[in-house]
C-alpha cells in the first residue's frame, strides 16, 4: 500500500502544532476564542492534550505547575484581548521564578491593525517588559523560526518565560513543511548547562577550606537545575548545614542531619535564624538573597559572613551583598566542581540539631491542640501523616505557606512542595496542582489554600471534575486575609480595616460542582477526614476552619515581637 503524500505546506495553525510538538509538548492549558478558531481546528487532530480551563490567568498556572515538576516547558494558549491581560499574571510569576513557560495569545489578523477593531491591543509592548522574551508574528512564513527562538530562550541561562502573539490571519496562511524543524532538547530545562570559572571554583574552595562553620542557603536555582545529589555530598564532605527558602524546598531531604529547613521570614523561625547568624562562610545557591529569605537583608548581616555566591545569573551575585566569590554558572556544574575541590572536612551539627529539636518542640504543642477553631499546626502535622513521602503539595501564599514552608518536612529531594513565591498571587494552588498531576501522575497531589484564594479559583473546580482528577483541596477556611489582618495587628495597632469577610461553607460550594467534600470544625476528626479524601479516586475538598493569622502563631518575623 502507498504512503499517502504529505502537502509540501502546511497553515500556520498547523506548523504551530508541529513545532510545540517538535520540542517534546505532550499538554497545553488553554481557554478558547474568537481569534482561536484556526489554532483549535489545527489542535482537533493533533494528538496533543488540550486542558480547557475557566480562564486564562489559571491556564498559565497550570502551564507553571506543570514545568515545574515535569522539568519540560509548560505550554497555555489563549485568545486575543481579555485574554492576554489575563493569561499575564502567570507569565509573570513563572518569568520572575525562573519557570519556563510559553504562552500563545491568538490575535487580530495583521490587516486588521489600527483600526478600532475588537479586542485589538499591543500585546509586544504589554508583554516585553514581564517576560523573558515575546514575539508578534506577521508572515505565516515566521512560524518556525520564532517557535525555535523562544523555546530556545526560555530554556537556556535563567530559565523563564515566552509570549508568541499569533494573529488570525497568519494562523491560515501557508507555511513550508521544509522549514518545520525543531531541537527537541529545547524542550527541558536547563537545555544548556554553563560552567564556572576554574579560577574562581578555587577561590572558593579555599575559603571552604578555612570556614568553621560554613552554611548553604539554597533557592529554587538547585531544584531546577538537578542539582540535589551534588549539594547533599558537599555537605556531607564538609560537614556544613543547608538551609533553603521557601522555593528551594527539595534542595535535600529535610529529614537529614544536614538541613535546616527555611529560613528567613516567612517561613524562618527563631531557631533556623540562629543557624544563618552563627555561619562564617555562607554560600548562597541558586537564591537572589531578597527581602524574604534574608529578613530585609538582616540575617546574614552584610559583613558579617564571607560570601560565596553560586548562580546562572551573572547580574545576581553583589546585588544584595559583598561577595566575596561569585560563581557564575549552572548550579550542578558549580557545586559538582566545588565538590571536585575539596577535601572531606571535620565539623559539628550539634548545634543545627539542637536548634531543630528546639524548633519542632514548639511545634509540636500547637500540633497536638485539641482547641478550636483548629490550629494551622494541626493541619500541617495531620497532613503530613496522611501523605507519602513522594506526594506533592502546592501552597498558596497567606496562611498555608509559611506554616507548610516551617513545619512540612519535604521527605526525599525534588519537586515535593511548591509555592508561588515570586508575586505571591491568590488563587494559584489550585490551578498549579492541576499542571502538577499532569507532570507527575503517578504520585497524589495536594493543593492547600486559604478562603481567600479560594473566591479567587473556584471556577476552576469544574476543570477538576471534567477531566476527573484525583487531586485533593483543603482549604484552611478563617473569613479573614489574614496576612493582611496580621500585619495590622502588628504594625497598625490592632486597627483593622476591610479584611473580614462572609464566611463561606467551600464544601457545599465544591460539591455543587461535583467535588467530594467535607466541612470539619472537630480537630480529632481532621485526620480521618484527610485519609478518606487523600485515599478517594477523584476530586476532593476538605474544608477546614481554622485560627486565623493574627490570632496565631505563624513563623513571620514581622509578626514576632
Known sequence: MNKPVEAATLT????????LKLHGVEIVFG?????????????????????????????????DGYARVSGKVGVCEGPSGGGATYILPGLVEANESSIPILAINTDISVGSRNKFTLTELDQRALMKPLTKWNAVLDRSADIPRVFRNAFEAMTTGRPGS??????????????????????????????????????????????????????????????LSGAEGELTALAEKLNAPVATTVSGKGSIDERCAHSVGVVGSNGGTPETRAVVDAADVIVFVGCRAGSVTTERWRHPVDGAARIIHIDVDPAVPGRNYKVDVPLIGDARLCLSSLLESLQGREGDLTFVDQKKRDKFKAFEVLANSTETP??????????????????????????????????????????????????????????????????????????????????????????????????????ISNATYGWIKAGQKAGYAQRYFSVDFSETDHAKVAEAFGVKSWRVTNPNELSGTLNKAISFGGPTLVDVVCQPLHEARAPVSEWVA
Not at 481546528?41 to 488540550?50: E, I, M, N
Request: some cysteine; aromatic content about 8%.
Open 162 to 223: 515566552a509570549h508568541i502573539a499569533l494573529p488570525f490571519d497568519v494562523q491560515n496562511g501557508p507555511v513550508e513543511r521544509a522549514d518545520v524543524w525543531g531541537d527537541p532538547t529545547y524542550g527541558r530545562f536547563p537545555s544548556r548547562r554553563v560552567a564556572p570559572d576554574p579560577a574562581l571554583v578555587e577561590l572558593a574552595a579555599k575559603l571552604l577550606r578555612k570556614a568553621k562553620a560554613p552554611l548553604f542557603i539554597c533557592g529554587g536555582g538547585v531544584v
Open 374 to 475: 483548629i490550629k494551622p499546626e494541626r493541619v500541617v502535622a495531620e497532613l503530613q501523616k496522611a501523605l507519602d513521602p513522594d506526594a506533592i503539595v502546592v501552597a498558596d501564599p497567606g496562611t498555608p505557606c509559611p506554616y507548610f514552608s516551617a513545619y512540612y518536612l519535604v521527605r526525599g529531594t525534588g519537586r515535593r512542595f511548591f509555592s508561588n513565591r515570586a508575586h505571591g498571587a491568590l488563587g494559584y494552588s489550585l490551578a498549579a496542582a492541576i499542571g502538577a498531576y499532569f507532570g507527575r501522575p503517578a504520585v497524589k497531589t495536594v493543593a492547600v489554600m486559604g478562603d481567600g484564594s479560594f473566591g479567587m479559583c473556584a471556577g476552576e473546580l469544574e476543570t477538576l471534575v471534567r477531566r476527573k482528577l484525583p487531586i485533593t483541596l483543603v482549604v
Open 12 to 19: 500556520g495553525a498547523e506548523a504551530v502544532v508541529e513545532m
Open 31 to 63: 481557554l478558547c476564542g474568537d481569534t482561536s478558531l484556526p489554532l483549535y481546528d489545527a489542535f482537533r487532530s493533533s494528538g496533543l492534550d488540550h486542558v480547557l480551563t475557566r480562564d486564562e490567568r489559571h491556564a498559565a498556572y497550570m502551564a
